[in-house]
T-cell receptor, first 116, second 109 residues
Framework: EPEVTQTPSHQVTQMGQEVILRCVPI?????FYWYRQILGQKVEFLVSFYNNEISEKSEIFDDQFSVERPDGSNFTLKIRSTKLEDSAMYFCASSAASGLIQETQYFGPGTRLLVL | SQQGEEDPQALSIQEGENATMNCSYKTSINNLQWYRQNSGRGLVHLIL?????REKHSGRLRVTLDTSKKSSSLLITASRAADTASYFCATDVDYKLSFGAGTTVTVRA
């Protein structure tokens, strides 16, 4: 069964460093998402991406964050200058979303980011 | 906010018993999705119910949706130890999911 994959599974970085989290969505999917879950808290929406541009973003997704689909398979989340409060599990998701049909969002296993 | 909120926060049951958890939300939705998360792991999609549906089944799972009350329930029948996990409802508005805090289910052998 197709699945969303994410690398790395764990990332430790120093405050102020740039990190890039990588995701390979399910191949025929059109919509891509990033969510995060701070330890012990709810899963929060960060951004959605469709047709090579951001379709929606949350207040969390400030100028320190960017997303990119550099090729036909990868979808990346970049944090330019990490802060301690960026420590969280970051989930990538994808969905097919054809026309007006609402579709399931399939999540990857997550990348646990720890900022020291 | 249109976040789903689950109730109860935690549930402990004996293997073989049924587990029921509820989700309430605040605004109109496209659909509502239930996910499972094992401790520290990823989110596994369980079931999606659209706003024009009232009930849906998938294996041992039964989901109901009452849009007039803005609530949904997830029933797991004949629970197993492997069902031990956190369960989240997520409301979908314009392809953006809002998650609740989850119900932690412990199934005792």
């Amino acid at each position: 069964e197709p699945e969303v994959t994410q690398t790395p599974s764990h990332q430790v970085t120093q405050m102020g460093q740039e990190v890039i989290l990588r995701c390979v969505p399910i191949s025929n999917h059109l919509y891509f998402y990033w969510y995060r879950q701070i330890l012990g808290q709810k899963v929060e929406f960060l951004v959605s991406f469709y047709n090579n541009e951001i379709s929606e973003k949350s207040e969390i997704f400030d100028d320190q964050f960017s997303v990119e689909r550099p090729d036909g398979s990868n979808f990346t989340l970049k944090i330019r200058s990490t802060k301690l409060e960026d420590s969280a599990m970051y989930f990538c998701a994808s969905s097919a979303a054809s026309g007006l049909i609402q579709e399931t969002q399939y999540f990857g296993p997550g990348t646990r980011l720890l900022v020291l | 906010s249109q976040q789903g909120e689950e109730d109860p926060q935690a549930l402990s049951i004996q293997e073989g018993e049924n587990a029921t958890m509820n989700c309430s939300y605040k605004t109109s939705i496209n659909n509502l999705q239930w996910y499972r998360q094992n401790s520290g792991r990823g989110l596994v999609h369980l079931i999606l119910i659209r706003s024009n549906e009232r009930e849906k089944h998938s294996g041992r799972l039964r989901v109901t949706l009452d849009t007039s009350k803005k609530s949904s329930s997830l029933l797991i029948t004949a629970s197993r130890a492997a069902d031990t996990a956190s369960y989240f409802c997520a409301t979908d508005v314009d392809y953006k999911l809002s998650f609740g805090a989850g119900t932690t289910v412990t199934v005792r052998a």
